[in-house]
């Protein structure tokens, strides 16, 4: 998975057709990293 922040938006690019199955925690981790790249725009 790519993260890019651009502007206002942040774009998660991933290959086509790849899916992802998270546990709670990597989902909390997963939004504390997209908070943390917001907050450097």
Same mark, same amino acid.
Do not use: C, F, I, Y
């Given at each position: 998975?790519? /993260?890019? /922040?651009?502007? #206002?938006? /942040?774009?998660?690019? =991933? +290959? +086509?057709?790849? =899916?992802? /199955?998270?546990?709670?925690?990597? =989902?909390?981790?997963?939004?504390?990293?997209? #908070?943390?790249? =917001?907050?450097?725009?």
């Amino acid at each position: 998975m790519t /993260v890019l /922040v651009e502007n #206002d938006r /942040v774009l998660l690019v =991933t +290959p +086509p057709g790849e =899916t992802a /199955v998270m546990s709670a925690t990597q =989902t909390r981790r997963l939004g504390s990293l997209l #908070d943390q790249a =917001t907050a450097k725009m």
